[in-house]
């Protein structure tokens, strides 16, 4: 089992930046893939980012590339999206997700954060 606790969100301005965290409990990560998602109000689900943990690679939706980043901290079992550039319509609640390997579905969910940006 893993879990997962979110911290940052909040309110900021369009163009501001905000740092999410998610930190990981009860397994140490090895394998997983970890990965951030957002859910607008009246929209799906959308994915944002992932990495697996074995080799940092990364993964990005083209609505987020070139202005969130997603990182690590193995030593504290940490996965961090840094928002640049915030725009009115990344206005959602985030999530963070955890798989067993970058071939399993997301089966551990964070809590999930509100982020708001104001025009």
């Known amino acids: 089992q893993v879990q997962l606790v979110q911290s940052g969100g909040g309110l900021v301005q369009a163009g501001g930046s905000l740092r999410l965290s998610c930190a990981a409990s009860?397994?140490?990560?090895?394998?997983?893939?970890m990965g951030w998602y957002r859910r607008a109000p009246g929209k799906d689900r959308e994915f944002l980012a992932q990495?697996?943990?074995?080799?940092?690679?990364?993964y990005y939706a083209d609505s987020v590339k070139g202005r969130f980043t997603i990182s690590r901290d193995s030593a504290k079992n940490t996965v961090y999206l840094q928002m640049n550039s915030l725009k009115p319509e990344d206005t959602a609640v985030y999530y963070c997700?955890?798989?067993?390997?970058?071939?399993?579905?997301?089966?551990?969910w964070g809590q999930g954060t509100q982020v708001t940006v104001s025009s």
């Open positions: 997700a955890a798989a067993l390997s970058p071939n399993h579905a997301y089966n551990y």
């Open positions: 009860g397994r140490t990560l090895s394998s997983h893939a």
């Open positions: 990495i697996n943990w074995s080799d940092s690679r990364t």
